[in-house]
């Protein structure tokens, strides 16, 4: 860090500040005037995630309407762009799962998580949702500069940029120093070290020393549109559905029911009958019928078509895997779901499996040659279309993702790989890549789970060598 930026009379005065009011002392060292994105670098170096200097990002406050403000102040979290189809969200506890994995349900997305000064984040939250409530489309830090979104992210040990995002994509501007490390601050000792982790509410007085034991990779959780013209209905379903760890999608007639389960291809769709606009049978009909969407399960729920006669012609004219009659149980609910679940993983196996029997799919192989020609943009457009039509492709996705980092989208690269990976445990080139987009992102301690996760697919010892050499300078 910079030359005698702060003293030891300095720090052990914030310590002071700090038991007075409570207060972390990284905020007390802000207060003395430390530099932000130092602090950020520091708690990056220590945590294995990217951190954020708040102070010189400036932020869309539209993104604010993903989480409530309420949300926000009590987990202290903050929204901070959107680029690659994920959340990008700044934390004082990056390794809080229960959040993280909360706002993964909610949302239905993948969520990145940076670390934050908490004083600074506290501060950046209340102002940022109080201009979002003016009207205002922009916050700004205040040493932020230009009037367009981006986020200042620090990564530990002189890492450089991804480079420029699209012109209207939140950019994330990488500013780093090289020498700001913890072990190079001129007050960073051991001591000081972990109350910047401690300060930051992570594992406070628990073990701070090391990196902690690695988790295995969370599987996304099943996606569920839930159809139903009535609030009430919705609102019941979705908070049981949430609190069982599904994800929840909403739509209030069926013509809205289309276009979502076309768009964000749900793994079952709970189908009100009655509906307003497009009918609940014919918006059942629609979704069997559709190339994209024709394997996921759909449960009708009805108040009037009674019986097991109904619930046959359900399954024989419209494709329904199952109906529920209202007023229904939310135990039964649960179980039918769970059911449905089943038969549309194991319908989706069976679809992917005649799907590789078949012949190649010719837009994943002119994408590839566009890819090795270097031609980037062609090779995008024809790998997103493959993966359009057929989703639950590795092959699709991974040469998806290949192709979006050459053109500089690191975040898109990383989503398509994460489901290539999701659909191909043991596919090993994927997962080396995936690993490799992690830490050049910052996220250091992923890296080294999904190299973890590479050993067992390594083919011989010479590839578990390698693999083993890379999760040891992971972790060193």
């Not at 908070?239 to 809205?256: I, N, Q, S």
């Not at 020609?373 to 989703?391: F, H, K, M, T």
Request: with cysteine; proline share 6%; net charge negative.
């Amino acid at each position: 860090m910079a030359r005698g930026l702060a003293t030891p009379e300095q720090i052990e005065r914030a310590r002071a500040e700090g038991r007075a009011r409570n207060e972390p002392i990284c905020t007390r060292l802000l207060a003395a005037g430390l530099d932000e994105a130092h602090l950020a670098s520091a708690l990056s170096e220590r945590l294995g995630v990217p951190g954020v200097d708040l102070s010189r990002s400036a932020l869309p406050l539209g993104l604010l309407d993903l989480v409530p403000r309420g949300v926000a102040e009590a987990d202290l979290i903050l929204p901070l762009s959107e680029e690659g189809d994920r959340i990008h969200l700044a934390m004082s506890n990056p390794t809080d799962e229960r959040v993280l994995a909360e706002l993964r349900f909610v949302t239905g997305r993948e969520v990145s998580p940076y670390v934050a000064c908490r004083g600074a984040l506290v501060h950046a939250v209340a102002q940022a949702y109080a201009a979002h409530a003016r009207g205002d489309v922009l916050w700004r830090g205040r040493h932020a500069e230009g009037d367009a979104p981006h986020v200042a992210v620090t990564l530990p040990g002189g890492d450089e940029a991804l480079g420029p995002a699209a012109p209207e994509e939140v950019g994330i501007v990488i500013e780093v120093e090289p020498q700001a490390r913890v072990g190079d601050a001129p007050w960073a000792t051991e001591e000081v070290e972990a109350e910047l982790v401690g300060c930051e509410d992570i594992l406070e007085g628990e073990g701070v020393e090391g990196e902690p034991e690695a988790a295995a990779e969370p599987r996304a959780a099943p996606l569920v549109l839930v159809v139903d013209d009535e609030p009430e209905i919705r609102q019941l379903v979705q908070r049981t559905l949430l609190a069982k760890g599904y994800a929840v999608e909403l739509a209030e007639d069926g013509a809205e029911a289309l276009e979502k389960a076309e768009r964000i291809l749900p793994d079952l769709v709970l189908l009100d009958a009655m509906l307003p606009r497009v009918h609940g049978f014919e918006a059942c009909r629609r979704i069997k019928a559709s190339e994209r969407t024709r394997n996921v399960p759909v449960i009708m729920m009805t108040a009037i078509y009674r019986g097991w006669r109904f619930a046959q012609d359900a399954r024989d004219s419209y494709g329904a895997v199952d109906y529920v009659e209202k007023p229904f149980r939310l135990e039964d609910l649960l179980r039918r779901v769970e059911e449905a679940l089943r038969a549309g993983a194991a319908a989706g196996n069976a679809a992917e499996r005649e799907h590789a029997e078949s012949a190649p799919d010719p837009r994943i192989a002119a994408g590839k040659q566009h890819l090795a020609a270097g031609r980037i943009g062609e090779a995008v457009a024809a790998l997103a279309d493959a993966v359009r039509a057929n989703p639950r492709s590795a092959e699709a996705q991974y040469a998806l993702g290949r192709a979006l980092r050459a053109s500089g989208d690191a975040y898109g690269a990383m989503t398509a790989i994460e489901r290539a990976v999701e659909l191909g445990p043991r596919n090993l080139p994927a997962l080396r890549a995936l690993a490799a987009l992690y830490e050049e992102t910052g996220f250091r301690r992923k890296a080294a789970e999904v190299l973890e996760r590479a050993l067992p697919a390594a083919p011989d010892e010479a590839a578990r060598s390698a693999i083993r050499k890379d999760l040891i300078r992971l972790i060193a």
